[in-house]
């Protein structure tokens, strides 16, 4: 493994407010992960903001307001079909004007084609980029442990629509050994930057690559 760590995900924000987008296919657990991203931020004191911009599926709105309500911090969101870019505008400008720290940007698993997911996430990109130049500052893609190789082409086809810069792991536990994080990073030179390690709320870490090389490799 490369001898420079991951720097924390949960590190004092570099810009304000700080975007990051959350991309994937649907079942990853991107939610629930936005959730406890929301609730870390929240518990250090910052001003958190999450905006539902998967308008694909009416659960995934009602899902990402009860994840809001559990981590304490508002949402933006709109009718089920309406137009993701333009929810995603509406939380951005209110977080410029309201003097958020952090925005947490759900997006769409899935559209009718794949091309229209893809196309939606780079109008995406620059709906965001026009209030603010240099965001989205990440855009994580989440991943389930247990999804293999099939992983690397979905990353594949996520990061051509927008930039990602990271990864977040989820439905990590000791058993499902995360080989995938090997061949992410291999494939894509991808840092993987949080794990979720179970259901509850603060069941999310920010990644470490050390100690997790060593269970990875310790029988």
């Not at 004191?45 to 905006?51: E, N, Q, R």
């Not at 925005?103 to 229209?116: E, F, P, S, W």
């Not at 840092?191 to 269970?215: H, M, N, Q, R, S």
């Amino acid at each position: 493994a490369e001898n420079e760590e991951t720097p924390d995900f949960f590190a004092e924000p570099q810009a304000k407010p700080y975007v990051v987008v959350f991309v994937g296919v649907n079942g990853t657990g991107k939610t629930t992960t936005i959730g406890k991203v929301a609730y870390k931020f929240n518990q250090m004191g910052k001003k958190v903001l999450i905006v539902a911009g998967d308008t694909f599926r009416a659960a995934a709105i009602e899902q990402i307001a009860i994840w809001a309500e559990r981590a304490g911090v508002p949402i933006v969101r709109s009718q089920p079909d309406s137009d993701p870019a333009a929810i995603i505008y509406d939380g951005v400008h209110s977080a410029l004007a309201r003097g958020y720290d952090v925005v947490l940007i759900d997006t769409a698993g899935r559209q009718h084609t794949k091309d229209n997911l893809m196309k939606e996430l780079s109008k995406i990109e620059r709906t965001i980029q026009k209030l603010i130049p240099d965001a989205p500052h990440e855009v994580i893609l989440v991943v389930d442990a247990t999804t293999g190789q099939n992983a690397v082409s979905q990353a594949h086809n996520f990061d051509k629509a927008m930039k990602l810069t990271g990864i977040a792991l989820t439905k990590y536990d000791g058993t499902s050994k995360g080989g995938i994080i090997f061949n992410l990073k291999y494939n894509l030179q991808l840092p993987v930057k949080l794990l979720g390690v179970g259901e509850g709320i603060e069941d999310l870490l920010p990644f470490k690559a050390v100690p997790f090389v060593k269970a990875f490799f310790e029988e």
